[in-house]
């Protein structure tokens, strides 16, 4: 079986079988990533470019990494050093890296929808990086390929999101992704960061509290709360939001035993997560992150035309 | 096909005709559709020196008149849209007043209304004077500005409504820049009736919209954007409906789209409180699922609502809580909206397929064609007080005439408007202006 994208934008966009290959030939990439020489020939000649229009260090770095595994060269912007702080629109700065013939964009940006803007009107592929609180695909993939590393499975896992859902695409990614696979997603933050209609996205219930939807939940995710973003509208203080939406030792008791503590990070900790669970037995950020790797590799791969590796 | 167009005049591009008036013109065999007299009738209309002269069968004609078959067509007082913005002056690479009017007479429209959002801000007799002055020479229909309530639409003091009425504004309004305090929108209302003039309320409560850049609901939880809720028109409409009240100063509130403004409406009416209100088309039309796509032209304000608002707006339309139809035709260069959705700028064009869209309502039974006839000329007329809307005998004869089976196709090629910002481009239309009319002269013909 083929991928038959040119794009990856959204986990929306993909089937449940399409996801399942990108998660197959990310396992099969992990091996790569273990060798002592830890590189394949496969995307050798292929360039790869990261646009990346918001500040990122483990996404970026990931993807890069990624992509020279498999050979290919990547080249790094970042907004600091672009054209964007001189006026050029979007699409100027990507129709001039286009005439420079790169294979795939790899980009970061702060609005949602970028991406298929772009996609419409350049030939090379298009992964999405992050899109300002759409979705963000490679970290869906790689938490779900993190969970089931620990199940075995992702269908009839209970999967608690916690935090500023409103704002976040790693939260839609995830929903997307899981609902999908045949999860059931729980919600939970101030109702000031649960978006409208949020249950219509799929097998969705919004929790009134933080203790109903982690109890008895396999996976506790716990969202970035980015004071930044959230302004002075959205809560209170921190410590008020640390109190009622934060995961610590006590209340992590009300999910199964050994379920998965996951946070895409960069962790706050002591707001969202507190240290003793960040770093406890049961988190597995930073395999989240080692997964990161492997799964962009696997995106990587497939927009590239890439069969199934047995 | 006529030929007003005889070979030494000077031809405008396509179907616009600007030379020649007959001195007669017989309207014959049409459907007239005239709710100010309550006409509705297969009829003659005869026109003489660009005054309605006679309505009746079997009209006879002086020797020589120009005669149009109207058979299978409407005929009705020309089409009036109170909510255009034409770019003129300073933002004429959008549109100007001669393309404008142009997309208003190919759209069936005698009669223009623009907004005061022009730069410099209509909000002084110079301005006023210059679009009065260009529209009459060179405008294909008739266009009415309205002047802006405060200065520079600033919202800080009262711009001279005195001034600007003597000008020729019909109206005073922020549009787009709403009046955020509500103490200096009552002293607008009750200046702008001591002056005797049209208070226009963009009702909307910007603290509420934030950033958001489309509808609040599920499609933008979907697509990642930024949600504006209706409770930022409800509120907004509240508090000028309720200064309205208080004042006894009357308001019309522009472009409603939500359920709840609506109510609030309806119920300020039923209660003798002097509210009128119009709704555009995008808004019984479309739902903000044409927002999928991340598709610029569907980005609008107010945002295209939920399929329960489109089902309000219809509602309101029937029972006459709405009273017009105004396109709030909106041109935006192709650069504003070629690009990320957030950076694109709001709005749409209207005046080309109002018509068509709108008779979709007579079709669907939510309107009779009377009934749509009132939304789209006789109430805006009187709303505005301008003295058009009518074919009564001794009235200035702007009349369009309604081809109702014309099927076209939205084609940006053909579109008379300087910009293309459409969500139907490419889309099937039923329905068109056969020929419209102002003042007796033809200014468009199919």
């Known amino acids: 079986m083929g991928f038959k994208h040119k794009d990856i934008i959204a986990l929306r966009d993909l089937t449940k079988e399409e996801i399942l290959l990108l998660l197959d030939t990310a396992e099969n990439m992990r091996e790569i990533n273990s060798r002592d020489i830890k590189k394949v020939p496969t995307l050798r000649g292929k360039t790869i470019i990261n646009l990346f229009y918001e500040a990122s260090t483990r996404t970026r770095t990931s993807f890069e990494i990624a992509a020279k595994r498999l050979s290919a060269d990547a080249v790094n912007i970042s907004p600091s050093t672009s054209s964007a702080t001189k006026g050029e629109t979007l699409l100027d700065t990507a129709k001039n890296l286009m005439a420079m013939k790169p294979d795939i964009i790899v980009m970061r940006h702060a609005i949602s929808g970028s991406h298929y803007f772009l996609a419409k009107r350049l030939p090379c592929s298009i992964i999405n990086a992050g899109d300002g609180a759409h979705e963000h695909p490679s970290q869906g993939l790689l938490d779900m390929l993190t969970m089931r590393d620990r199940f075995g499975r992702l269908d009839g896992l209970k999967v608690a999101i916690v935090g500023d859902v409103t704002h976040s695409r790693v939260a839609r990614s995830n929903i997307q992704g899981l609902t999908k696979m045949g999860s059931h997603v729980f919600l939970a933050g101030p109702p000031t960061m649960i978006p409208t209609g949020a249950e219509q996205l799929g097998n969705v219930t919004v929790c009134k509290d933080m203790n109903e939807a982690i109890d008895g939940a396999d996976v506790v995710m716990m969202l970035r709360i980015q004071l930044e973003r959230q302004g002075k509208t959205l809560l209170p203080t921190l410590k008020e939001y640390s109190r009622y939406y934060g995961l610590n030792p006590e209340n992590l008791k009300l999910a199964k035993k050994d379920a998965m503590v996951m946070h895409p990070g960069p962790i706050n900790r002591g707001v969202e997560l507190s240290s003793y669970v960040a770093d406890g037995d049961q988190s597995h950020v930073m395999k989240q992150v080692e997964n990161g790797v492997a799964v962009r590799m696997a995106m990587l791969y497939h927009v590239s035309g890439g069969e199934l590796v047995e | ?446």
């Open chain 2, 1 to 446: 096909m006529i030929a007003y167009n005889s070979g030494e005049d000077k031809i405008r591009p396509d179907n616009f005709i600007f030379e020649v008036i007959p001195m007669s013109l017989l309207i014959k065999n049409g459907r007239v559709i005239d709710p100010s007299q309550n006409i509705d009738d297969t009829l003659d209309v005869l026109v003489e020196r660009g005054k309605v002269k006679e309505i009746g069968k079997g009209v006879k004609a002086p020797a020589g008149t120009e005669t149009i078959d109207a058979k299978g067509c409407y005929v009705t007082p020309g089409l009036i849209d109170m909510h255009v913005h034409l770019r003129d002056p300073g933002l004429e690479y959008k549109e100007d007043i001669v393309s404008g009017t142009m997309a208003a007479a190919a759209g069936g429209f005698t009669s223009v209304v623009c907004m005061p959002n022009t730069s410099p801000v209509n909000d002084n007799k110079t301005v006023t004077t210059y679009i009065i002055a260009k529209a009459k020479a060179e405008g294909a229909v008739n266009v009415f500005p309205i002047g802006a309530i405060t200065k520079g639409s600033k919202g800080e003091s009262l711009a001279e409504m005195g001034e600007l009425k003597e000008a020729g504004c019909v109206a005073v309004s922020d549009d787009g820049h709403p009046v955020a305090n509500a103490e200096l929108m009552r002293r607008a209302l009750e200046y702008a009736k001591g002056m005797g003039i049209m208070l226009i309320s963009h009702a909307e409560e910007k603290a509420l919209v934030g950033e958001g850049v489309m509808n609040e609901g599920f499609a933008a939880t979907e697509l990642g954007l930024k949600g504006i809720p209706w409770a930022a028109e409800d509120v907004a409409t509240a508090r000028d409906v309720y200064l309205a009240e208080f004042t006894g100063s009357p308001v019309h509130i522009a472009h409603v789209s939500t359920k709840g403004a609506l109510r609030i409406i309806r119920n300020a009416k039923a209660r003798g409180v002097k509210v009128t209100c119009e709704t555009a088309p995008h808004y019984f039309s479309l739902t903000d699922d044409a927002v999928r796509g991340y598709e610029t032209n569907a980005k609008m304000n107010p945002p295209l609502r939920s399929a329960d608002d489109v089902t309000a707006v219809k509602a309101a339309l029937k029972d006459g809580t709405i009273d017009a139809i105004a396109t709030d035709h909106a041109p935006h260069h192709l650069d504003e909206k070629d690009i990320e959705f957030n950076l694109a700028l709001n709005g749409i064009i209207g005046l080309e397929t109002s018509l068509p869209l709108s008779l979709k309502l007579v079709e669907e039974k939510v309107l009779t064609l009377p009934a749509l006839v009132e939304k789209m000329s006789v109430n805006p007329a009187k709303i505005l007080d301008i003295g058009r809307g009518t074919l009564k005998a001794g009235a200035v004869a702007d009349i369009t005439v309604i081809d109702p089976k014309a099927e076209w196709i939205v084609d940006p090629d053909k579109l008379a408007s300087k910009s293309k910002n459409s969500p139907w481009l490419g889309q099937k239309m039923k329905g068109a202006a056969a020929y419209t009319i102002v003042a007796g002269k033809v200014v468009y013909k199919k």
